[in-house]
T-cell receptor
Framework: AQSVTQLDSQVPVFEEAPVELRCNYSSSVSVYLFWYVQYPNQGLQLLLKYLSGSTLVKGINGFEAEFNKSQTSFHLRKPSVHISDTAEYFCAVHILTGGGNKLTFGTGTQLKVEL | ETGVTQSPTHLIKTRGQQVTLRCSSQSGHNTVSWYQQALGQGPQFIFQYYREEENGRGNFPPRFSGLQFPNYSSELNVNALELDDSALYLC????????????FGSGTRLTVV
């Protein structure tokens, strides 16, 4: 069975500092990987996704993530955060074979940007 | 291009009652997927409807059921509500059955008392 682990439930960071949100997955078959952001009382917005090609993926709002197959990780990074980045971030995986047409989400990481 | 609209935004129901949640898909999208997001958790897949047929189901009991209409809008019905059904219910539409092109709605917050 596939699972997605987000190692940090909360990450506090000062404005303009860099941040990394960690995500690891477990699957023995090929996967597609996603990061979503959820602002309070809103749905999910896609930040970026890895389907194939370059392992470094650039997304919206200055975020990027790197797919590391050997470490089964897909960590999200931003070199300089802003107050408006305060939100919940979810890592998700789509299993290519036998996983059905669904995303499996991690439990989320609350990013809190402070002045 | 309109996005995904869900209604109502909030509702409160009593244990044992039935509820219907609605989702209007984005223009050009023929697939709707429903997810349940309990407080402090990530979304969990309930089921998907593709061209009016159920096209995959997660680990939810049969009292969770759905419909998709010819205009690709969808309903989620939950019978015999339990306290644990309290959650944010998210609808995502997509241009095909793959989850790669999801557009999510803002969700319906259901509270069961």
């Amino acid at each position: 069975a596939q699972s997605v682990t987000q190692l940090d439930s909360q990450v506090p960071v000062f404005e303009e500092a860099p941040v990394e949100l960690r995500c690891n997955y477990s699957s023995s078959v090929s996967v597609y990987l996603f990061w979503y952001v959820q602002y309070p009382n809103q749905g999910l917005q896609l930040l970026l996704k890895y389907l194939s090609g370059s392992t470094l993926v650039k997304g919206i709002n200055g975020f990027e993530a790197e797919f590391n197959k050997s470490q089964t990780s897909f960590h999200l990074r931003k070199p300089s955060v802003h107050i408006s980045d305060t939100a919940e971030y979810f890592c998700a995986v789509h299993i290519l074979t036998g996983g059905g047409n669904k995303l499996t989400f991690g439990t989320g990481t609350q990013l809190k940007v402070e002045l | 291009e309109t996005g995904v609209t869900q209604s109502p935004t909030h509702l409160i129901k009593t244990r044992g009652q039935q509820v219907t949640l609605r989702c209007s898909s984005q223009s050009g999208h023929n697939t709707v997927s429903w997810y349940q997001q309990a407080l402090g958790q990530g979304p969990q897949f309930i089921f998907q409807y593709y061209r009016e047929e159920e096209n995959g189901r997660g680990n939810f009991p049969p009292r969770f059921s759905g419909l998709q209409f010819p205009n690709y809008s969808s309903e989620l019905n939950v019978n015999a509500l339990e306290l644990d059904d309290s959650a944010l219910y998210l609808c995502a539409s997509s241009p095909g059955s793959s989850p790669h092109g999801y557009t999510f709605g803002s969700g319906t917050r259901l509270t069961v008392v």
